[in-house]
């Protein structure tokens, strides 16, 4: 019997927005615990909500992106459950009014362009942070109230792979609208995972388990994997698989029970009193509309089209930031679209060596004019990793450092065939050597002309020169 | 010193205002009537005399710099302490928040301050303010300062009793179901619930969040009328408050009525209505068509569904809007094995037998198999309630009605939960449609009991209120201290 696995993802993506969603409170990590807090965040008797409609816009953004339809009206729900990061025993959250339905999210995967089907993106606020000591638990409210949106796929991807992909999809997609810093190790993005499994050629929906707490992008493909093996164990074991949250622990590499069928949680969503409805204005779409740049995906797919490798047009845009850069220094270069992409992708990254592209250590147009100093004959390609050098030493421009210099590449012929005479009338020894049939020294006149010519001759040149010279 | 205390808020101000008295005598002369009466009534949970000095020293210094001191300098003013007050104790008369301090005003205490009015202390009120007596105070029930045997009403008993007794010039109280409004009549003070919206609920401790609307209690419709101006106003803090112009801040003042149509519900005369209760109807509306009003009757078919829908959104919102007090940052903390067993008990020794009550209504009726038979059903009921006001203010300009079904009774004397709920009956239908009502005394029972009347007006038309309530305080009497020691009994 073989099974396949159907697979969900909820991802919480936390909105890049100068305060809260709910309170006009700064936002930010890294701050002394429960610093970022006023009388909401804290969920003080007589405190209210009053929404942030920066995270309006920043969902907007997002929805629009993916072609969802966007409610006019919608609302928040109150979702109940005790616990001590959540302080006023509910969180403010959208149930059956989400601000967003439907929608794909443009994914490639193995150099295939496909969309992943979404069900629902909506508003709601994050909760405080826990640390367990031995004796105590501490509560940081500095997280609590953070803008997010829960961003729900239809159950359509069909292997942890594709669950990665779309992820990396996702979190490449809301970096360049920019309503997300993305920074994964500060937990911008957030992953459940609902998973469950058929047999291959049904149609119907297995029974599904959650996976939660799989805090860490790089967890995603081995809590999923690792979910389906066990269930398709269950069921080939002739067992039934149970309707369960599990939480998943990437540590030891398995998922542990959360809460079972018998106490599945009731939230009793409630319509918020606090909050009026949530209306959307033409002027809110116009603007989200307005501000939408290039999608990701879209933008790889002009690269590849400009000739570039996958897998650089991949890297390129990877970040906003980089691809920005990219396009910075083709439109500089009028075009040299390829040996601009490779130069990003290989030089310029080990020299940032894991920092960001803002820290480039020269700027896009310096890069081009590099690159075209090289295309167009001016430098060798050797001289220009030199001059790269140079051009982060100095801040100077490679064709400032070429004249300055005088690297200029020598291809006047008569001029290359004169060195090269000279080089021949110094070595006759070698030269009667290689007449005699020794052609391998063909490779030590053409050393010893480039190294006359202090690099600034062509190989190629030196070599067809030399060749011609030698079988006078 | 009684000269002080027989004078309106809005004299008290007009004397401080002008220099003839400070402040700070005030704020002593009601301290003394305070220290007199409380042990009695226990009006107050908290009573602030050093903070209230130092700020009548404040208002005394800006008078003496020149400044503008505000429209209501140097007023002692009582707090229902389900209204945070920064820096001073904020129970909601709840052993879950005992010893809790708030770290920021209300925006209601926030506006007063700032008009110059002195906060004295805080007021007794039902736990949460889920109650109609003030027996449902985890700390004790308040007095009526006319009979100490009986209830000062409730949930804003306390602030009721304390204009009564004379230990405030004027009070804040909330009204989610008739709190405001019931307590004052049964103190034969002046009560208002603004429109839904008018003031800002920042601060106001959360009951039933669709319905909670602070508003001014006061020995004179024109103090209340005042007072409303300058608490009134949209919030960022408040979404749910409106932006609208404010009510005027000029005092209303006594004028013909003639233009407004006054109705009368077929729905508020039940034919068992008590006959004290419904001679002060009859009287109210005597003296309001002599003064030119015209009585309409109406009708407000959907009355009947008022209070079982009440009494299911109001529980609803405040089982979730109580969560928060989980035994985490607030009250006791027993001690537990697990965190649920924490929870559990913290929540059972933190909350009186009341709150328990409608939690656990609440948490059912929103139980997702039950919901729709309950909060959903509740809520077209309550649509449907606040459709019949809509088509009954096409035709009258005011609704006169009973406050409650009773004047004041004796403690316990409303011993089940559903006698109680029963007490809000004519009150509640208010909130559910986010109307304003002003409540207001309307003469006595034969023993001497006050009698209220209500007036319910149109979304944001509290001015039209406060012009019949004028009228009506000219021809019935305005709000009397009651006197001391009280005629009831000896304390």
Redesign the interface.
Known sequence: MTWEPVIGLEVHVQLATRTKAFA?VAQGYGAPPNTLTD??I??????????NRAALAAALTLGLAVGATIARRCRFD?K?Y???DL????QISQHDQPLCRGGAIEVWHAGVRTAVALERIHLEEDAGKLSHGAATSR?DLNRAGVPLVEVVTAPVLASADDAAAYLRALHRLVRHLGVCEGDLEKGHLRCDANVSVRRVGTTALGTRVELKNINSFRFVKAAIEHEVARQIRVLDGGGRVERETRLWDGVAGRSQPMRGKEEVA?Y???PD????PLVIGDDDLAAARAGLPELPAARLARLLAAGLTFDDADHLTAEPALADYYDRAVAAAGGLARPIAAWIVNDLTRELAGRPIADAPIDAPALAELVGAIEDGTISGKLGKEIFARMIATGDGARAIIEREGLRQITDVGAVEAAARAVLAANPAQVAQYRAGKATLLGFFVGQLLKASGGKLNPQLASTVLTRLLAE | MDDLLARSAIALAAEVRAGRVSAREVVDAYLARLALTEPAIHAYLAVDADGARAAAAAVDAAIARGDEPGPLAGVPLAVKDLIVTRGLATTAASRILDGWIPPYDATAVARLRAAGAIVVGKTNCDEFGMGSTNEASAFGPTANPWHLGRVAGGSSGGSAAALAAGSAALALGTDTGGSIRQPAALCGVVGMKPTYGRVSRWGAIAYASSLDQIGPMAMTVADAAVTLAVIAGVDPRDPTSIDAPPPPLAPPTVGDLRGLRVGLAREYRPADLDPEVAGAVDRAAAALAAAGAELVEVGLPHTRYALPAYYVIAPAEAASNLARYDGIRFGPRPPADDLDQLYARARAVGFGPEVVRRIMIGTFVTRVDHRAAYYDQAQRARALVRDDFDRAFTEVDAILAPVAPHAAFARGELHTPLSMYLADVFTLACNLAGLPGLALPCGATVDGRPLGVQLLGRPLDEATLCRLGVALEAAVGPARRAPWPPPGGAP
Not at chain 1, 42 to 51: D, K, T
Not at chain 1, 87 to 90: H, I, L, Q, R
Request: positive net charge.
């Open positions: 006009p009388p909401t804290l969920g003080l008797p007589g405190a209210l909500p009053s929404f109150r109940h005790f616990y001590p302080p006023k025993g509910y509560v009731d009793r969503y409630l009193p606090d909050l009026p």
